[in-house]
C-alpha cells in the first residue's frame, strides 16, 4: 500500500528572489504546468508545459519606458544570465497570462498601418469597442446599410483563430472593413438560407445564431471588435489569467485602429465584456493600472461588468478574531482547476494571520500543517499535487496581502493521474495579532457549482 497524500510546507522556493511574485505561478510551478491544459504545449504525459507562457509587465515609474525595455531585451535576450539585475531595477511586478498555443510573439504587438473603408465625416472622432468571447459580428444590428452588404466593424480581431495570420500582432487573425464587406457580398450571392451563417462559413468562424427580428437596428457608430476566445478557454481560465494579457492587448489594439481609422484624436469607448471572479477588486491589479494609464491618455474609456451571476456563492467578508472557518465546496465533475483568492486590505497592517486546510475525506492527520506569511504549502501524493496555498504576503495581483489556494482538478482526463477530493474543504484562519483582521475571499471556479460559506454562530 503506497503512503497517503502528505502535505509539505516550504519557506523557499524558485521565485524568492522576485519581491512581488504572482501567487499563480507559484502554484503554476507547484503545479508543472499541468492544468494549463488546451492552451500551450505537453509532452506525451500531459505534465509538462513545452511553449511560452505571456506575461503582463508593469515598469517601475520613471525607470524606462516600454520602447527603452523592449529594445533591451532585444538586444541581450531573455537568457542573458547578466540581464537579471537589470529586469529587477526596472520592473515592478509581472503577471502570468495563459498560453493559447498560437502566441508567436517575442516582444510586444507592432501594429501595422491599415486603411480600411472611411468612416462618414457626420459621425465624428469616435468609435465602439467591443471585446467578448464569441461575437456575431456579420449579426444585422452591426450593419452599416439596410440591404445588409456594409458592416460597421472597421476591423475585427480574433484572438482564438489558430490559423495565427494576423500580419504584426502576434497571434489570431484580423479582418477589416473591406474584408467584412466582400463576405457579406458573396453570402448574399450564394444565397445562402442565412445571411449571417452564410458569412462565417466563409470566414471559417463560428458565431452566435443569428436571431430574427422585424428592424434592423442600424447607428452611425463604427465598431472594432476583439474575440478573446472560445467558450471552453474561457471555463477553464478559472482566475482570469488571460485578462491581464489578452485583455490589455485588445484594449491597445483598439485605441490603435481607432486612431488609424479617424485620425490620433479618435476616441474610442471600449465595452470590455469579461467579467472576472477573482482580484483586489480596488484599483490597484495590475489590469486595473494599465486602463487606468490608457484612459488618462485620453485615448480611450472603458466600461467594465460590475456583477455576475451567483455572486453570493462567489465571495463574502469575514472578520478573523481567534480562529475563522470557511468550507468550499468542490463538485465531483470539475475538469479544471479551482480557486479561493483571500484578500486583506492595503492600507491595513501586515496581517498575522496563518491558514490551514483539511481535505473532505481527511482526518485531523490530513491537514496541513498552519501555513503562515511567507511561506507557501503542497499536498501530494506519488508526484500529483492536488493543492497549493500561497501565503507570501503582497504579491503581483495587488497591493494588499492575498492568500491563494488552488486545487486541482477533481475529474481528470488522463488515466494516470488523481484528482482533487470533491466535498468540503475546510479552510481555518488563525489569526495571531492582537487586532481584528478583516478579509474578503472569492471562488473562482464554476461560480454555480463550487461555494465558500462562513458558518456564523
Known amino acids: 500500500m503506497s503512503p497517503p497524500a502528505a502535505w509539505t510546507n516550504h519557506l523557499s522556493g524558485p521565485f524568492d528572489a522576485i519581491p512581488r511574485v504572482d501567487p499563480y505561478l507559484v502554484w503554476a510551478e507547484a503545479m508543472r504546468y499541468r492544468d494549463f491544459g488546451d492552451f500551450g504545449d505537453f509532452d506525451d504525459a500531459g505534465d509538462a508545459f513545452a511553449g511560452r507562457i505571456p506575461v503582463a509587465i508593469e515598469l517601475k515609474r520613471g525607470a524606462c519606458t516600454a520602447q527603452s525595455f523592449a529594445r533591451l531585451i532585444d538586444s541581450r535576450g531573455w537568457n542573458d544570465s547578466n540581464i537579471a539585475d537589470e529586469l529587477t531595477r526596472v520592473i515592478e511586478r509581472f503577471t502570468l497570462g495563459v498560453p493559447n498555443g498560437t502566441d508567436k510573439r517575442v516582444l510586444d504587438m507592432k501594429h501595422e498601418t491599415i486603411a480600411p473603408a472611411p468612416v462618414r465625416d457626420d459621425i465624428g472622432r469616435v468609435i465602439v469597442g467591443v471585446c467578448d468571447d464569441d461575437i456575431a459580428f456579420a449579426h444585422r444590428r452591426f450593419f452599416e446599410d439596410a440591404s445588409g452588404m456594409r458592416t460597421r466593424f472597421q476591423c475585427f480581431w480574433n484572438q482564438d483563430d489558430q490559423a495565427n495570420n494576423a500580419a504584426g500582432l502576434g497571434y489570431g487573425s484580423e479582418l477589416l472593413k473591406t474584408q467584412m464587406d466582400e463576405r457579406l457580398r458573396r453570402a448574399h450571392r450564394v ?147 479551482s480557486f479561493v483568492e483571500i484578500w486583506f486590505p492595503a492600507n491595513a497592517p501586515d496581517p498575522q494571520v496563518d491558514v490551514r486546510i483539511t481535505p473532505p475525506d481527511g482526518t485531523d492527520g490530513a491537514s496541513s500543517a498552519w501555513i503562515r506569511r511567507g511561506e507557501y504549502a503542497t499536498l501530494a501524493d506519488d508526484g500529483d499535487t492536488f493543492c497549493t496555498v500561497v501565503h507570501r504576503g503582497r504579491g503581483a495581483r495587488g497591493d494588499g496581502h492575498m492568500i491563494l489556494i488552488a486545487l486541482a482538478p477533481s475529474m481528470t482526463r488522463q488515466a494516470s493521474r488523481k484528482g482533487a477530493s470533491a466535498g468540503d474543504w475546510l479552510i481555518q484562519l488563525r489569526n495571531r495579532g492582537a487586532a481584528k483582521a478583516n478579509a474578503v475571499y472569492y471562488c473562482a471556479r464554476h461560480a454555480s457549482l463550487c461555494r465558500v460559506t462562513h458558518p456564523r454562530a
Open 191 to 337: 444565397g445562402q438560407a442565412s445571411h449571417e451563417e452564410g458569412v462565417y462559413r466563409i470566414a471559417d468562424y463560428a458565431g452566435h445564431a443569428p436571431v430574427i427580428d422585424d428592424e434592423p437596428h442600424l447607428s452611425p457608430l463604427p465598431l472594432i471588435g476583439v474575440q478573446f476566445g472560445n467558450a471552453r478557454c474561457a471555463l477553464r481560465d478559472a482566475a482570469g489569467l488571460r485578462l491581464d494579457v489578452q485583455a490589455l492587448d485588445a484594449v491597445r489594439y483598439i485605441v490603435k485602429r481607432a486612431q488609424d481609422t479617424c485620425g490620433s484624436a479618435c476616441h474610442a469607448l471600449v465595452n470590455l465584456s469579461y467579467g472576472q471572479l477573482s482580484g483586489p477588486r480596488d484599483g490597484s491589479s495590475l489590469i486595473e493600472s494599465a486602463l487606468d494609464e490608457l484612459m488618462d491618455t485620453g485615448a480611450c474609456s472603458i466600461v467594465m461588468p460590475s456583477g455576475n451571476r451567483h455572486l453570493s456563492r462567489c465571495h463574502g467578508a469575514v472578520t478573523i478574531v481567534d480562529e475563522t472557518p470557511l468550507r468550499w465546496r468542490v463538485p465531483h465533475d470539475s475538469d479544471a482547476p
